[in-house]
C-alpha cells in the first residue's frame, strides 16, 4: 500500500508561464557568414511508427473536445463530458469552495451547476445545460494490463488542452490522498500529471477514457517536489459507476465502500481517536467507545487517520476484521466487528 509519499492534486489557481526568448549577439568584429543548408532530410520512419504517431493524433482529436476546464473562486481544474445531457464528471476536490463554476469548452464557456459529490472516491459531477457538449467514451477498466499505452488530456498549470503520454504502469489499492481519503484502486501512470491534470482524462488508443487522474507522487528525497512519471488515475469503471448514481439520484446510493460507523480524528502518531460511534452501527455493535483509540486493523498499524483509511479502503462490506484499541484508560483491547456500508450520502 502507498500511503505517506502520496499528494493531493488541488487545482492551481492563477496560472502562469513565463517563456525566456534568447537573442543571438555578435560579440565584435564583422557578422559570422554562414552557409546555407542545401541537403534535405532523408529519414524515413517505418510505417508501423508513423501509424502509431497517427494513433495518438487521432486520439487527440476524437477526445479533445470532450475534456473541459472547470473554474470557481478557488482554482481551476480538468473534466470529462460524460453525457449529451451535459454532465461532466470532474474530482470532489476541483470543485471544492462551492461554486459558482465557468466550463470551457473549446472556444466557448458556460455556466455550471453542482449535481453532486461523493468525497470518498473523490468524484463530483457538473451539469452545464444547452451547451450541446460532445461525450466521451470511456472504456473497461478491468481489461486494461501494466505496460498498455496511455494519453493524459486536461488543463495542466491552465494550460488547456494539454497532452501527456505514457504507460500503465501497475494498480495500487488503498492510496491516500493525504487528507483522509483513501482510494480503492488506483491506476498507476508513468504520463505527466500536473495540478490541473485533476478532474481530466486518461485514454486508451481508441480514444476512450480508461482513468480519471487525481494524483501524483511526492519524492521526499526532492524536497516533497512531484515525482515524474508517477501519477495515478481512478479507474473509469469506478467513474461510471459513482458518477452513474450520482446523475440519477443526486448522491450515491450504493458506495460498495466498507464502513466503520465512527467519526475519527488524528492522534499525532499515536494512533486514531473515535471521537463518536453512530448508534447501531458496525463499531457500536462490537463495543467501539468514543475516546477509544484505534492502533491496528487486521494486524496493520493505524499510526494515522490516513493509515486507518488507507487499510479500510481495501476491505468489502461483509468483511469480519479485528481492531487493536487502547480505552482512554490505557487497556488494550482486540474487538472483532462485521464492515457495513458506508452510506452514499451526497
Known sequence: MLRRHI???????????AGGVVAAVSLGGSPAKTTPATSHARLRPAAAALAFQGAITAVVHELSPSVVQIQNSQGLGSGVVFDSNG???????????????????????????????FAPDDLAVVRVSGAHLRPAAFANSSTLDVGDFAIAIGNPLGLRSSVTDGIVSAFRQGVSEGNGVALPLMIQTSAAINPGNSGGALADLQGRVIGIPTLAATDPELGGTAAPGIGFAIPSNLVRDIATQIIRFGHVVNSHRAYLGVSIGDTNGAGVLVQNVTAAGPAAKAGL??????????????????????????????????LGVVTQHGAHKTLHLTLGTFPGTG
Open 87 to 117: 454532465d461532466i464528471v470532474t474530482n470532489n476536490h476541483v470543485v471544492a469552495g462551492g461554486g459558482p463554476y465557468t466550463v470551457t469548452a473549446g472556444a466557448h464557456s458556460y455556466g455550471g451547476s453542482l449535481v453532486g459529490r
Open 7 to 17: 499528494w493531493w492534486l488541488a487545482p492551481l489557481a492563477g496560472a502562469a508561464v
Open 289 to 322: 467507545e468514543s475516546g477509544d483509540v484505534i492502533v491496528t486493523l487486521n494486524g496493520h498499524r493505524t499510526a494515522t487517520v490516513d493509515d486507518l483509511t488507507s487499510v479500510a479502503s481495501e476491505l468489502k462490506p461483509g468483511t469480519t476484521v479485528s
